[in-house]
């Protein structure tokens, strides 16, 4: 995880970037800006995005029942459930499923919970080769990198640079052409799904009814990694599941409309336990792993239950000002954008995070555009005064006792009208030592300099307009 | 409309207050040539807003207590600034979700308070200030204002009676400038990038003046213009509305 300090020199770098800037913008235009309208295809007439969160909020709510009614219908159908309630339990149930099957070779279809939980490397620790077959996930895998985005993992390469890296790692000659790329990657992807031993999957979502837990891909890989392989094994985080067959109805609809501007993803697989007699494919051997993971603690604090109703769909990235700016790797966590910035915080620690806390504008787009109404801002400000105060409830200490003090005393001034007047009298004084070639302050001391650094900063009038009120109208009122 | 307030309180955002003036004397024009009667508290200050953001809770409900006793008499309060009436209309009852009492208070003070120009086209049913402004004018949505209190049409349906005036969509008007109170100060690089963003989608509409509803925003804009020398003015709405003809 990155410290803060990183955080503000890799964002302050990438912020430079213009062509991570026109990467990040198509994703933005295509998917972002497009959503809302997307959603008017599920329901023209209601907002369909309160459909959507009512049916979270539900089954946030009954947590316990709908997985223990998931978890029945798939070890009835032969299948293994684990609720794994951290994330090196669920790292270790993985490995010893991998160790009782001498696997060598792993699989993976793409799955953030796996990038939460550290799972590849575990895996390579292991001795045991794991390969990302989502054509993202590939990339970024051969580059020795992290998703830089939930939905697009390597949303911050060009063509150009994916043909370089095939040329390098896959021996191929160079080409820019996605076709023909593509076409490499399946060429050396089929081989490994061929010889794997065990699969891994990250679920979507899930459904309680039916006992399925669900996959959305657009490349055919997760097909190939959940089928061929005698094991496979499914992540998912315990708040990812639906009560019933007509809410994972209405989530995944809303879902592949935020995440890829899509009515339906390419493939949609519903895997729910090992093959069964009658049917022609399938593993040998099927396991769940349900993975708290600090989720239990969220869901005890009604402030903040809200973020489990997440479907992970990634749109609050493509229309978030910050992030379009400063991209994924900046936040240096598995999860980034808007919902990482909620997320990571109270899992990994609000103190050790608070750069996440701080690092946005609150301009709300993250919001409008969420398909189930999240508050992240709400959010985001609800830990920010947390670290403001300190809340030992979560554990978090004052940051700054400085600031602390900085805004006490402001409050202080602003609770005395006479106290303002004396101070913006001082300030019209002070102001007259600072630079202002342009009439407006070039330069301004210590913390504030913040704001001077690329912009000036606007002078105090004269008068004030009480003051002028005062002194024009103020016998009359 | 016939229930219009004869008197409106003047709710003067702390940053027009000490730094624009000039853009509150606007709206006071504009309002008083409506025949309204206008009142200003001379106690007020703040609202509570830039510690709410920032976090300090405690400061921003001490300001927004002092806030209710000020306003709570008034029989509508009007003010230039989207983002201060967001504050009142939704934190203030954030910040009172366990007092009952301060909470009945600030949902009743909140009722009554209305941002300039949601307070011109909704409450008194005007677009039409007979307002005169020469040249092409874009206008930014700030976050707030938008997404807060839901005000996107009222700003616009007023500039387009303006004589003089043509209204030039900017892309992605919706988008934040990168002001975002203390974000501005502690992370200058991306709230600098945001900003560029900004100014160069107002530049390229052509027109020569920017405006908006929020002074924080517009401050922002004009922090970067000046420094860099851009040939673009910065005009809160106010003083737009209040053009005259020379």
């Known amino acids: 995880m990155n410290s803060p300090e990183d955080y503000r020199s890799s964002a302050g770098k990438a912020a430079a970037d213009t062509r991570l800037h026109s990467a990040l913008a198509k994703m933005r235009d295509k998917v972002g800006r497009n959503a809302l309208n997307l959603y008017t295809q599920v329901d023209a007439q209601a907002d369909p995005r309160l459909k959507a969160k009512d049916v979270r909020r539900k089954v946030v709510n009954n947590l316990d029942v709908v997985l223990t009614s998931l978890a029945a219908k798939i070890t009835g159908r032969g299948g293994h459930v684990h609720f794994a309630p951290t994330d090196l339990d669920a790292v270790e149930y993985c490995l010893g499923v991998a160790r009782r099957h001498g696997v060598r070779r792993v699989v993976k279809g793409k799955s953030m919970l796996s990038e939460e939980i550290g799972l590849n490397a575990a895996f390579e620790a292991a001795g045991i080769e794991t390969v990302e077959t989502d054509l993202g996930e590939y990339i970024v895998q051969l580059k020795g990198e992290t998703p830089s985005h939930i939905i697009a993992p390597a949303i911050h390469y ?320 | 409309m016939t229930n219009r307030p004869k008197r409106v309180t003047l709710f003067i955002q702390c940053i027009i207050d000490s730094c624009f003036p000039d853009a509150a004397w606007a709206m006071v024009r504009v309002l008083e040539k409506q025949g309204v009667e206008l009142v200003h508290p001379k106690d007020q200050t703040c609202c509570g807003q830039p510690a709410f953001n920032a976090g300090y809770r405690q400061e921003a409900a001490r300001l927004a207590e002092r806030f209710l006793d000020v306003f709570e008499d008034a029989e509508a309060i009007v003010c230039p600034s989207g983002s201060c009436v967001n504050m009142v209309r939704h934190h203030y009852a954030e910040l009172f979700e366990h007092q009952p009492r301060l909470l009945a208070r600030a949902e009743a003070v909140a009722a009554k308070t209305w941002e300039f120009t949601e307070y011109l086209v909704d409450v008194l049913g005007v677009t039409d200030v007979g307002a005169f402004w020469k040249g092409q004018v874009t206008y930014h949505d700030s976050c707030h204002l938008l997404r807060g209190l839901g005000v996107a049409d009222q700003p616009r349906a007023l500039l387009r009676q303006v004589r003089g005036l043509e209204l030039v969509e900017m892309t992605r008007s919706d988008e934040c400038c990168g002001f975002g109170g203390t974000f501005a100060v502690k992370y200058p690089e991306i709230s600098e990038a945001l900003l560029e963003t900004k100014l160069a989608n107002v530049q390229s509409t052509g027109a020569e003046t920017v405006t908006g509803c929020d002074m924080g925003c517009l401050m922002h804009m004009q922090g970067m213009i000046t420094r860099r020398g851009l040939p673009i003015q910065v005009r809160h709405i106010a003083e737009i509305l209040a053009g005259e003809e020379r």
């Not at chain 1, 809303?254 to 501007?261: D, E, I, S, W, Y």
């Not at chain 1, 493939?267 to 099927?286: I, K």
């Open chain 1, 158 to 477: 060009s063509r150009e640079q994916v043909g370089e890296l095939f040329a390098e790692k896959l021996g191929e000659p160079y080409t820019s052409d996605p076709p023909t790329l593509t076409a490499m990657a399946r060429k050396a992807l089929r081989e490994k799904m061929l010889t794997a031993e065990m699969g891994v999957s990250g679920g979507n979502t899930a459904c309680a009814e039916t006992g399925h837990v669900t996959i959305v891909s657009n490349e055919g890989n997760i097909r190939m990694s959940s089928t061929m392989p005698r094991v496979h094994v499914v992540l998912l985080g315990i708040e990812k599941v639906a009560a019933t067959l007509e809410d994972h109805d209405v989530l995944l609809r809303m879902l592949t409309r935020a995440a890829a501007g899509q009515k339906i993803s390419t493939y949609v697989s519903y895997v729910g336990g090992p093959r069964l007699e009658d049917e022609p494919d399938g593993p040998e051997e099927f396991h769940l792993v349900l993975v708290d993971n600090g989720r239990t603690r969220i869901l005890g604090d009604p402030d903040f239950r809200e973020v489990l109703h997440c479907i992970r769909c990634g749109c609050c990235l493509n229309v978030c000002p910050v992030y379009l700016k400063i991209g994924g790797h900046s936040y240096g966590t598995p999860y980034c954008g808007p919902i990482g910035a909620v997320f990571t915080p109270l899992t990994r620690g609000v103190n050790e995070c608070h750069h996440l806390c701080q690092g946005e504008t609150l301009c709300g787009a993250c919001k409008q555009v969420c398909p189930v109404d999240n508050d992240l801002p709400r959010m985001l400000s609800l830990l920010r005064a947390k670290l403001a105060d300190g809340d030992p409830r979560w554990n978090v200490r004052p940051q700054s006792r400085g600031t602390k003090a900085a805004f006490a005393a402001w409050a202080w001034i602003m609770s005395r009208r006479p106290a303002l007047d004396l101070l913006l009298r001082l300030g019209r004084a002070v102001q007259r030592l600072l630079p202002k070639p342009s009439g407006w302050i070039r330069r301004l001391p210590g913390p504030l300099s913040g704001w001077t650094r690329g912009r000036d900063f606007p002078p105090l009038a004269k008068e004030s307009f009480t003051e002028r009120w005062a002194r024009t109208r103020g016998r009359k009122a």
